[in-house]
């Protein structure tokens, strides 16, 4: 199993472009995240979803979107990106409880 | 809302020596978990507790979860090098959303 896994690793974005941070995960976990981590911060919930078709808000969705086709992948779409969007953005899923997270996706918005 | 605290947020120790860090919310928790990410990785599962009270080891490292299951702690004997990185609790009261607190960053020096 690759276990989660994000696309791409690093990214350098214009103020006002559009990209998807991509995650895919091969464990048929029903349940995956969005995080983005600021540094000296914690993990701060974006958006979730329990299963294919269902998402929901985390604790800073704006200037977010996402969407869940399928089991296995939970795109983050960001479509206006601002410098305040500069950050590390970690994908994760779970079977229940325990978090398995990918290797993260960093990105600079300049 | 739920906010889950964590101290101290760096500590820096000789190797041999113990270190613990301690997580705090403001609510009552179902479940806690402890993560460690290593500089530059991503949040790896440590161990999750469950009950009033449980105390859980793994080889050097010790984890308690309060009677009032609103407080845990992680304890590490002996710290080493590899003990390197920043130690997340979690906690979760709706099952499937966890609240990250900000970390503990351990410096281990030889």
């Known amino acids: 199993n690759a276990g989660v896994t994000q696309t791409p690793k690093f990214r350098i974005l214009k103020i006002g472009q559009s990209m998807t941070l991509q995650c895919t995960q091969d464990m048929n976990h029903n349940y995956m995240y969005w995080y983005r981590q600021d540094p000296g911060m914690g993990l701060k919930l974006i958006y979730y979803s329990v299963g294919a078709g269902i998402t929901d808000k985390g604790e800073v969705p704006n200037g977010y979107n996402v969407s869940r086709s399928t089991t296995e992948d939970f795109p983050l779409r960001l479509e206006l990106a601002a410098p305040s969007q500069t950050s590390v953005y970690f994908c994760?899923?779970?079977?229940?409880?325990?978090?398995?997270f990918g290797p993260g996706t960093r990105l600079l918005v300049l | 809302g739920q906010q889950v605290m964590q101290i101290p947020q760096y500590q820096h120790v000789q190797e041999g020596e113990d270190f613990t860090t301690y997580c705090n919310s403001s609510?009552?928790?179902?479940?806690i978990q402890w993560y460690k990410q290593r500089p530059g990785g991503h949040p790896v599962f440590l161990i999750q507790?469950?009950?009033?009270?449980e105390v859980k080891k793994q080889k050097r490292l010790t984890f308690q979860f309060g009677e009032a299951k609103k407080n845990s702690s992680l304890h590490i004997t002996a710290t080493q090098t590899t003990d390197v990185g920043t130690y997340f609790c979690a906690g979760s009261n709706s099952g499937y959303a966890l609240n990250f607190g900000k970390g503990t960053s351990l410096l281990v020096t030889p």
């Open positions: 507790l469950v009950k009033s009270g």
């Open positions: 994760a899923s779970s079977p229940q409880e325990t978090q398995y």
């Open positions: 609510t009552t928790l179902s479940n």
